[in-house]
């Protein structure tokens, strides 16, 4: 597509739920990375992925936090037993191989009531 | 570790002031870009500029000019005669080149009033 696509939007939850985000990176781009953004912060970096290579998930919070990319393509991040501190605004970006320049979508903006 | 401090929270102007956003950075790398991006309440993220370390020649773009200063390291961002449309969160960025993740500030929001 023409930009990096989130979806949802929006997305209420209850506490305890699991929820899933998705990512669809530009086409071609092999480098996807995920980000939190909390109320009034920076952004906080989560999981990358790289073609082929492992994931790098230093940034993910807790075990209850996981990432997928398929076919080098979409990427689903999975929270499950959603906590309140986890509301925030999620954001995906992509990026061509070897290049520094990142490409963000809207993100997902996340409520846990 | 890496740091990246925006120390201005909030910045409010007044329409064709200049208005200049700081950006102090920590890295043990010797290699590294540094980046500013603009975030409108839209919250999509809008790359504005990126630097590498070892170019540290000042860049103007239309109303845009940054100064990068190793010594200091900062990356400072100026806009001349501010309008109402550059109100926004700003947010600089650190990446390291051997890795993909990049290190935010907490951002700048910038208010211009007409």
């Known amino acids: 597509g023409a930009g990096v696509s989130q979806s949802p939007s929006n997305k209420v939850t209850e506490k305890g739920k699991d929820v899933e985000l998705r990512c669809d990176p530009i086409s071609g781009h092999t480098a996807l990375y995920w980000y939190r953004q909390s109320l009034g912060q920076g952004l906080e970096f989560l999981i990358y992925?790289?073609?082929?290579?492992?994931?790098?998930k230093s940034g993910l919070p807790s075990d209850r936090f996981s990432a997928e990319r398929t076919g080098g393509s979409v990427s689903t991040l999975t929270i499950q037993r959603t906590q309140q501190e986890d509301s925030a605004v999620y954001l995906c970006?992509?990026?061509?191989?070897?290049?520094?320049?990142?490409?963000f979508g809207q993100g997902t903006r996340l409520t846990v009531v | 570790a890496q740091k990246v401090t925006q120390a201005q929270t909030e910045i409010s102007v007044v329409e064709k002031e200049d208005v200049t956003l700081d950006c102090v950075y920590e890295?043990?790398?010797?290699?590294?870009?540094l980046f500013w991006y603009k975030q409108p309440p839209s919250g999509e993220l809008v790359f504005l500029i990126r630097r590498n370390s070892f170019d540290e020649q000042n860049e103007i773009s239309g109303r845009y000019s940054w100064n990068f200063q190793k010594s200091t390291s900062s990356f400072n961002f100026t806009i001349t005669a501010s309008q109402v449309v550059d109100s926004a969160v700003y947010f600089c960025?650190?990446?390291?080149?051997?890795?993909?993740?990049?290190?935010f500030g907490d951002g700048t929001t910038l208010t211009v009033k007409p």
């Open positions: 890295t043990r790398d010797t290699t590294y870009y």
């Open positions: 970006a992509s990026s061509l191989e070897g290049s520094t320049e990142a490409f």
């Open positions: 992925f790289q073609g082929n290579s492992a994931p790098d």
């Open positions: 960025a650190l990446l390291n080149t051997n890795a993909g993740k990049s290190t």
